[in-house]
DNA sequence: ACATACTTTCTACGCATGTAGTAACTAATC
DNA sequence: GATTAGTTACTACATGCGTAGAAAGTATGT
């Protein structure tokens, strides 16, 4: 039974990617570890958790005083494969125009692309060859 | 002089795949060829037109009686660099991990993969080699 | 000329997102 | 206990997008 992981925005992706690296955080821990660019205010992360709490990405995992930890509940692995889903779901669902686009536009290095190959190997060792 | 395609979202891009199909349409035309499951209304095309033409993605070619023929503006290659650009910056703008990530999710298969060197040899034979 | 059908233009609405202010609460300090 | 600083809870607002209705214009068949 697909659950199917709910969408995240750019912002809200980039506030998981901190508790993914650094485990479970409160809001100023999170703040203090984003490389924003423009600083965004404490309050502004804080709707960003909460809207994160309603999505079931995150979970309050304890307490600290009047300070909350959060904790990731949906994986880094299960948010990315929503986020190329949908990227993919933009070009007809086929990777293959993706990667040729990449290709031609410089963005996957010949190096990068050999380097695939050993996924490829890998795959083909645990069984799910083919 | 970086002029930066404009964002396009899932709707526009749909019209703009038809309008770079089939080549100047009207509005009708478009719709019709849209394979979109729940056919939108009328109105929702011309206002996705409308703003097209905002963005410049579009202009009136012509008219014939009181009925506009529209025609892409922005090609189509521009716009997929724009969208594959928006979206390797969520993965920090690396493509390694988002090959990764494809290929381990089973979305890209060995055969497009292997297909994939020929671009680089096309591309190494029009100089652009490394 | 009139009705019918389609087009254009304008306006609107709900949801998502980035942004943040204000009020209320808590902890710690004097 | 009162002041102060940080946190939480609640509310707000502009913009973008998907959606479409209403009004007004135009072409066409009879």
Redesign the interface.
Known sequence: MRKGSPKLS?LE?QVMEVLWDKGPCCVRDIIDALNHKRRPAYTTIQTIVHRLELKKAVHRASRVGNVFVFEATLSRNAA??K??DE??S??GGS??????????????T?E??K???K??QE?AKKG?A?
Do not use: N
């Not at 990777?95 to 996957?108: A, Y």
């Open positions: 750019r992706l990315h494969r986020l190329i990227f993919l933009l070009f990777s293959q125009p993706v990667m040729t686009h990449l290709i031609e536009s410089g963005q996957l010949y990068e692309y380097d695939a190959e996924i490829f795959l799910r083919k």
